[in-house]
């Protein structure tokens, strides 16, 4: 019996860890500050294209674009996002077909808007079809940004592993609830506020003060966990309110950082 308890933990321990990387890869590729890529046809060539749309507020930001070819030219063109400013333009070095120009820095949560317009022959292009956004920050030391990366991991970590306990007979579900709402608060409600600081000069931008995505869905998992909780001692079947919280908190950690941010 002591084995196949052993090995049953094992089991919950590897499905919650595969959860949690899928999920927190899934928010970090669908995320509006993850690198636009993909590719586009000019005079017969594909050329694949990566533009960042995440920039630091303490340096310029390099645009660099592979066309294979030193005859192309290319114009890198932006302007401030949601303004009707005239569009600037900067001409594009290119050094052993690597197209290659800067943005200016912006502010703290400052953004900007831009493509690149590459003329070869007779044929001009833009790239990408639509502007992509680029949004800047400050710089976030590691003292600040670790623990929080770290935190939050283990938050959703023990979450979905307080989640898949309830399949157990006799589940310890305390000790999974606590943990889940304990880690959520060092890396959600003490470290993120810091690290929100350092990057856009705010500590809190979500309820009751603003509707940063980021910040509410955190203060959401939060608020459930504590819920759960109190369920636990409260209610008859505390597995589902345990289930639930964990199902929430994938839910709400799902959604990309950043969406309807700074």
Do not use: C
Request: hydrophobic share 45%; charged share 20%; net charge positive.
């Amino acid at each position: 019996m002591e084995q196949k308890n052993k090995k049953v933990t094992i089991l919950l321990w590897v499905i919650a860890f595969i959860i949690t990387i899928f999920s927190a890869y899934y928010q970090r590729v669908t995320g509006p500050t993850y690198p636009l890529s993909g590719s586009i046809k000019f005079q017969g060539k594909d050329i694949l294209y990566k533009l960042d749309r995440s920039g630091s507020s303490n340096e310029n930001s390099s645009v660099k674009l592979e066309v294979l070819d030193d005859s192309i030219k290319g114009v890198l063109l932006w302007r401030r996002n949601k303004t009707n400013d005239d569009l600037s333009r900067v001409e594009m070095t290119n050094e052993k077909g690597v197209l290659t120009g800067e943005l200016p820095k912006q502010p703290p949560a400052g953004k900007l808007q831009y493509f690149i317009r590459l003329i070869g022959g007779n044929m001009e292009i833009n790239v990408p079809t639509e502007p992509v956004v680029i949004r800047f920050k400050g710089d976030i030391p590691m003292w600040a940004l670790l623990p929080h990366i770290i935190f939050m991991f283990l938050a959703m970590l023990l979450s979905i592993r307080a989640g898949v306990e309830i399949f157990r007979k006799e589940p310890d579900l305390k000790k999974f609830a606590y943990w889940a709402m304990g880690l959520l608060t060092v890396g959600g409600l003490i470290f993120g506020p810091l690290v929100e600081k350092y990057a856009f000069g705010q500590y809190w931008t979500g309820v009751p003060f603003g509707f940063d995505l980021t910040d509410n869905k955190t203060l959401i998992a939060w608020i459930v966990w504590i819920a759960a909780i109190v369920m636990i001692y409260r209610s008859k079947k505390p597995k589902y309110w345990v289930l639930g919280a964990a199902l929430v908190t994938i839910a709400v950690f799902l959604i990309p950082h950043s969406v309807l941010g700074s």
